[in-house]
């Protein structure tokens, strides 16, 4: 799989310019979908966010079973880890026993940042990690939808008075979104970092699922459970290890 050591995205630069963006709300609704899945699919047993980041989702999902969080990002971890135990990895090699886990979940694109052989591989790990009948939930949005928006240029000024622009352009033969964000912070220093986004039709993203094993239980085109569209902002999709 293919590692980026000190990755220019994730870190400083990705927790500046998003959590600014992610309400508590948001982060509360998401939440209370996950905790409906895995209560719903998701056999007795610890659940892991792969891919937590700061951490937003788990404090929300702890309490009646065992939740940690696991990222590459020693910056996220350190905020992560006040809310419950973190482990430091890479989803190319998950830190766990196999069929340790009752569950996992991945947000905000978190497992779709890879070349198409490292998602295989990483979706290899996770279905060795899930105990049988185990639950992972993976969360997009369908490629249709960021078609329809093949370039895109933001500017933001950000609540520390920092500069944001990003810009992204979206390639139909790859599926991949290609973007560049840059920070200016208010002493000068400049932040910047290209990465992609690799976007899945619901149909493809579930051909590679099930290649890896995986029995598909649920889709869903939001957080209201509703049915997945190509034009919905969401593409949530739930499996089963089997
Ligand atoms: C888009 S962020 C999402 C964070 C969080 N799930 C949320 O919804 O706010 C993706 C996270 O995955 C982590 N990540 C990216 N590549 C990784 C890898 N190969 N192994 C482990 N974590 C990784 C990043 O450090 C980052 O915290």
């Known amino acids: 799989m293919?590692?980026?050591?000190?990755?220019?995205f994730f870190g400083e630069l990705y927790l500046r310019t998003t959590k600014p963006f992610i309400s508590e709300q948001v982060t509360e609704a998401e939440a209370a979908y996950l905790r409906q899945v895995f209560t719903?699919?998701?056999?007795e047993g610890p659940l892991v966010d792969l891919g937590c980041g700061h951490g937003r989702h788990l404090a929300h999902l702890t309490g009646t079973r065992p939740v940690f969080g696991l990222d590459r990002d020693w910056l996220s971890l350190e905020e992560a880890?006040?809310?419950?135990?973190?482990?430091?990895?890479?989803?190319?090699?998950?830190p766990f026993k196999s069929g340790?886990?009752?569950?996992?979940?991945?947000?905000?694109?978190?497992?779709?940042?890879?070349?198409?052989?490292d998602f295989s591989q990483l979706l290899r790990e996770v279905h060795r990690?899930?105990?049988p009948n185990g639950l992972l939930v993976i969360h997009?949005?369908?490629?249709?939808?960021?078609a329809t928006q093949p370039d895109a240029h933001a500017e933001h000024q950000l609540p520390d008075g920092s500069r944001l622009v990003e810009d992204a352009h979206y390639d139909p033969s790859t599926g991949r979104d290609l973007a560049r964000r840059q920070l200016t912070l208010t002493d000068g220093r400049v932040?910047?970092?290209?990465?992609?986004?690799?976007?899945?039709?619901?149909?493809?993203?579930?051909?590679?699922?099930?290649?890896?094993?995986?029995?598909?239980?649920?889709?869903?085109?939001?957080?209201?459970?509703?049915?997945?569209s190509p034009e919905a902002e969401d593409l949530i999709v739930g499996v089963s290890r089997g």
């Open 2 to 8: 293919t590692t980026r050591k000190d990755d220019p």
């Open 40 to 43: 719903d699919h998701a056999p």
């Open 81 to 94: 880890k006040a809310i419950t135990p973190v482990a430091r990895g890479d989803f190319s090699g998950l």
């Open 100 to 117: 340790a886990l009752a569950g996992a979940w991945a947000w905000y694109n978190s497992v779709c940042t890879f070349p198409d052989s």
């Open 129 to 131: 990690c899930l105990k």
């Open 140 to 146: 997009t949005s369908p490629r249709e939808k960021i």
């Open 191 to 228: 932040m910047a970092a290209d990465f992609f986004i690799r976007y899945y039709s619901l149909p493809e993203l579930l051909r590679v699922l099930e290649a890896v094993g995986f029995r598909p239980l649920f889709a869903h085109g939001g957080l209201g459970f509703e049915a997945p």
